[in-house]
């Protein structure tokens, strides 16, 4: 079956650091991809998506390309703020089901 | 706004009891799912509905059940809760059946079984 793998966490940074958080994910056919974003005590809100390959997602400054050769779709942020501190998950979806990666924490501190 | 709401934030059961989790969506949405997320493992998705009366078994549906009577409303049920069912339940939705289409969650409610 699908599945989704990131890095593991947790992660900590300092403001205005770079961030990567790797997401590899295999899959039958092909999947859209999505960064999910879960802030403390809330539900978790799409982040971007990408659709096909070669697709960069961005969004509040965070970006990730589907790359369909390496099967990944790493997250990025070239300077992170104390307010990016959450819970980061990687997703595929087939067919309207979505599969999860284990989520990265992330922390940033002033 | 698509909005997802969950009856409850916090529950506190016993082992045995019959639980309800509800949740409501109020953009029409055809799918609803429920998930359980628990540290390092992410999300595992326990049941989904793509209409009214109907369901699917996700990829953990063992000791629970779903109702869905209506088009906004996605209840899952513990028939006799157990302690290994402690755990954070999020609902979604989202529009018809499609490889992109975005899942709306609601804010989860963590369940304690004691």
């Known amino acids: 079956g699908d599945s989704v793998t990131q890095m593991e966490g947790p992660v900590t940074l300092s403001e205005e650091a770079f961030l990567t958080i790797n997401c590899t994910y295999t899959a039958t056919g092909y999947p859209s991809l999505f960064w999910y974003v879960q802030y403390p005590g809330e539900g978790l809100q799409l982040l971007l998506k990408?659709?096909?390959?070669?697709d960069k997602g961005s969004n509040k400054g965070f970006e990730a390309t589907y790359r369909k050769e390496t099967t990944s779709f790493h997250l990025e942020k070239g300077s992170v703020q104390v307010s990016d501190s959450a819970v980061y998950f990687c997703a595929s979806t087939s067919y309207g089901k979505l599969t999860f990666g284990q989520g990265t924490i992330l922390t940033v501190h002033p | 706004d698509v909005k997802v709401t969950q009856s409850s934030r916090y529950l506190v059961k016993r082992t045995g009891e019959k639980v309800f989790l509800e949740c409501v969506q109020d953009m029409d949405h055809e799918n609803m799912f429920w998930y359980r997320q628990d540290p390092g493992l992410g999300l595992r998705l326990i049941y989904f509905s793509y209409d009214v009366k109907m369901k699917e078994k996700g990829d953990i549906p063992e000791g629970y059940s779903v109702s869905r009577e209506k088009k906004e409303r996605f209840s899952l049920i513990l028939e006799s809760a157990s302690t290994n069912q402690t755990s954070m339940y999020l609902c979604a939705s989202s529009l018809p059946q499609g490889s992109y289409n975005e899942q709306f969650f609601g804010p989860g409610t963590r369940l304690t079984v004691l």
């Open positions: 990408a659709t096909k390959a070669d």
